[in-house]
Every structure is written in C-alpha cells, then in structure tokens.
C-alpha cells in the first residue's frame, strides 16, 4: 500500500519541470503547472508488512450517524509535516520570499492499494482535512439594528479600535493563525484595564482593580468550565504556572502568555510561539477572544445606558 500526502504551495517558484527525488524510504513529487509554477509537493511511502494493518478502518451507521474510522501511522504522519515545514522555510529563504506558504496544515491523504487483500483493508481511499478556517459564520442583522448603528454610531467612536483589533484577532483566529490572534485580544484586555502599564507587577495591579474584568473573568471561568475539553485545558495550564482557578490565576496566565508569544528562545523548555505550533495556543486564544468580546459589550452597554 502506498500512502501519499499532498499539500497545495502558493507562491511563484518555477522548475524547469516536474521532477521528483528519494530521501530513505521517502519520496517527494513537485509538481508544476501554467508556466511551470509549483503548485503541489507530495510525499509518498510504500507501506508494507504487518504496518498496513494500521491503515484498517471501518464505516458503520450508529443512531441514524454515519461514522468512518479511518487508521493510519501518526508518527508517520508528524515525519512528512516535519518534512513540509522544513521545505517551507528553507524554499521560502532560498526563493527569497517567492515561496508564500507549503499548506502543511491541510493536506490530502490518499491510501493506495495494491491489491485486493489491501483494500479489504483501507476503507478510505483519499481525505482532506483543515486545521485552519473553521470558523465560518454567518449573520442576518435586523434592519432596526443597521438603522441605529448608521444613525447613532458615532457615539461608539471610542470602540471603534478595540473593535478593529477584536474583526483582526477573529480573522486571524478563524483561519488558525492563533498567535496573531491572541496578540490582537489582549490589545483589547490590555487597553481597557492596563491603564498603560506593561509591566507584570503593575499590569496585574490595575487589572485587580477592574470590578469589569473581574466580573468578566468570572463569565469565562463559568464559560469555560472542566466539562469542556477547553475548560480542561485552561485549568492544566493554569497549574503548570502554578495559579488557581480563578480570575487572579486567568489575569496571571493572559500576562505570562502575552510574554511567551512575544519573545523566542530555542533553549527555552517552555511553551513559546513559533510559526510551526499554533495549535498550541487554541484554547488560550478562544479564551482571549471570548474575555475581548465581553469587554466590548460591556463598554457599549456603558455607552448606552450613559
């Protein structure tokens, strides 16, 4: 059986044509198209022996629900993403910024097999899946609700660059580019409670002062709680920094995340940003942006009521 995953390129680097090379028990295929333009890398493994039994899987209906199982190698898996990584950075660099981005985050998967036996086995011949862009939504706004914000809307002009910040870190975060997302909440939590201080004494200081905050970190923790995998989550990373669960513990952990996402080390043991581990910062950022929201309705509440 043979596995393949193939992951889209943007940019505009040119071969002389498609051309392909071996390195181990790994293949790599680029493939051109108009003008010659790299459009597509795929990297392919002939599986063989008892490893094609990882690739067993099964589709079967359960209360009207159709479900697929699908096997497969994830130490395999996590190679080739390493080997599309790599690839980015290093064309990107020779190409001198011709390379935009390798779509290692989406990638098709496709099993191949080479006889019948085999494909008594694989039950999924081919699978896409992103990572990136789920959050796709979509609103019907009332004609009164347009009517007020064309009308009145001025009266929000001091929202309106913590409302920029909150479409940008949205826009970031719907397309999984959590680090710029989380960058654009916190200016949000930063701006409205901060009162200019930057650093972690004086930051965590103003923001205890904030009856707001504390009353919207409250929201969050009740938002987020241990039945979700998120509000797991929340609570292992505040115990890896030693907080408690509760709006003192979530206003240390915005700070000490905000200070990971803007420095880098490579000896560093800790969790810190790099363009490769965004999903690291999922749930921290769906919690960063949830607090931003709430923050911003509250200002607006504010505003109307004044």
């Known amino acids: 059986m043979r596995y393949k995953a193939t992951a889209t390129v943007e940019g505009h680097i040119h071969l002389d044509r498609g051309i392909s090379f071996q390195k181990k028990d790994l293949v790599f295929e680029f493939v051109v198209g108009q003008d010659n333009r790299l459009e597509r890398i795929t990297i ?43 690839l980015e950075s290093n064309l990107s660099f020779i190409s001198r910024g011709a390379l935009k981005k390798i779509d290692w985050e989406n990638v098709e998967e496709e099993f191949i097999s080479q006889n019948e036996e085999e494909k008594q086995i694989v039950t999924v011949y081919s699978f896409k899946s992103s990572k990136g862009k789920y959050l796709r939504t979509k609103a019907k706004i009332n004609e009164r609700v347009l009517e007020h914000y064309v009308i009145e809307g001025q009266k929000y002009d001091e929202l309106a660059i913590p409302k920029a910040f909150w479409r940008e870190g949205f826009n970031h975060h719907k397309n999984g580019q959590y680090i710029q997302a989380f960058y654009n909440y916190y200016f949000i939590i930063e701006g409205f409670y901060a009162n200019g201080k930057t650093g972690k004494k004086e930051v965590l200081k103003e923001f205890s002062r904030s009856k707001e905050l504390l009353h919207v970190l409250n929201k969050t923790l009740e938002k987020f709680d241990e039945k979700n995998r998120h509000g797991k989550k929340l609570r292992s990373m505040l115990e890896e920094i030693n907080c408690a669960s509760n709006n003192a513990g979530l206003s240390k952990l915005l700070f000490r995340v905000r200070g990971r996402v803007h420095h880098f080390s490579n000896k560093s043991r800790k969790t810190v940003g790099t363009p490769f581990n965004q999903k690291e910062f999922e749930t921290i950022v769906l919690i960063g942006g949830y607090i931003s929201c709430l923050a911003i309705g509250y200002r607006e509440v504010k505003i109307n009521n004044s």
């Open 44 to 86: 392919w493994k002939d599986i063989i022996g008892k490893d094609i039994e990882k690739y067993r899987g099964e589709i079967y209906r359960k209360d009207g629900i159709i479900h697929i199982n699908m096997g497969g190698d994830a130490e395999l898996e996590e190679k080739i993403i390493n080997e599309f990584r790599l």
